[in-house]
């Protein structure tokens, strides 16, 4: 099993309601756990925040549904989703458990040693990758649900799955395939 870093957890909870948007920024502006807030109806249809203490981003949509991102780990995503949580239900009236699920993990491996990427394009064939150096320093592998960009480093990033043990399975058999061609 391949080691990864996960870089970012993003997903969204859902509220069965719509959200005032301009009534919530006034509201979060005097809350201390919220250290950022932005809303600017002209430039962009959404509420932005920054909750304390890390600064985790954390939009808030009139549809009533609200999208989490820059969280490190999942328990992290799901810290925050607690935290959203209690804000919103001092502020919304409300019974249920408001949905909340991933959309994305982006994670990162580092395979230990530098892979040359015009090779590994030739065996694996263009219809299979994207390399274009000149664009792009990374060889970029579409597979099924997912994307993992492969840098002459050895580094690999996958994104677009949203569970941590489907991750490091398209890592794993990504990884066998470069080591079967370099």
């Given at each position: 099993m391949t080691e990864l870093e996960v870089a970012n957890v993003v997903g969204m909870i859902t509220y069965q309601q719509e959200l005032d948007l301009a009534a919530l920024a006034e509201t979060f502006d005097e809350r201390d756990e919220i250290t950022d807030v932005t809303y600017e109806p002209a430039d962009n249809h959404w509420l932005q925040t920054r909750f304390?203490?890390?600064?985790?981003?954390?939009?808030?949509?009139?549809?009533?549904?609200c999208s989490i991102a820059g969280c490190r780990s999942i328990e992290h995503f799901e810290t925050?989703?607690?935290?959203?949580?209690a804000v919103m239900r001092e502020l919304l009236d409300f019974e249920y458990e408001p949905a909340a699920e991933i959309s994305n993990i982006v994670a990162?491996?580092?395979?230990?040693?530098p892979i040359p990427?015009?090779?590994?394009?030739?065996?694996?064939g263009?219809?299979?990758?994207?390399?274009?150096?000149?664009?792009?320093?990374?060889?970029m592998y579409r597979g099924a649900d997912h994307v993992i960009l492969v840098f002459?480093?050895?580094?690999?990033?996958?994104t677009g799955l949203t569970d941590l043990e489907a991750v490091s399975e398209a890592v794993d058999d990504f990884g066998g395939r470069i080591q079967a061609v370099v």
């Amino acid at each position: 099993m391949t080691e990864l870093e996960v870089a970012n957890v993003v997903g969204m909870i859902t509220y069965q309601q719509e959200l005032d948007l301009a009534a919530l920024a006034e509201t979060f502006d005097e809350r201390d756990e919220i250290t950022d807030v932005t809303y600017e109806p002209a430039d962009n249809h959404w509420l932005q925040t920054r909750f304390a203490p890390d600064d985790t981003y954390v939009a808030f949509y009139r549809t009533g549904r609200c999208s989490i991102a820059g969280c490190r780990s999942i328990e992290h995503f799901e810290t925050m989703v607690d935290r959203v949580n209690a804000v919103m239900r001092e502020l919304l009236d409300f019974e249920y458990e408001p949905a909340a699920e991933i959309s994305n993990i982006v994670a990162t491996s580092d395979l230990g040693s530098p892979i040359p990427l015009e090779l590994l394009t030739l065996e694996l064939g263009m219809d299979a990758v994207e390399y274009e150096p000149e664009q792009f320093p990374a060889l970029m592998y579409r597979g099924a649900d997912h994307v993992i960009l492969v840098f002459a480093s050895g580094k690999l990033l996958c994104t677009g799955l949203t569970d941590l043990e489907a991750v490091s399975e398209a890592v794993d058999d990504f990884g066998g395939r470069i080591q079967a061609v370099v």
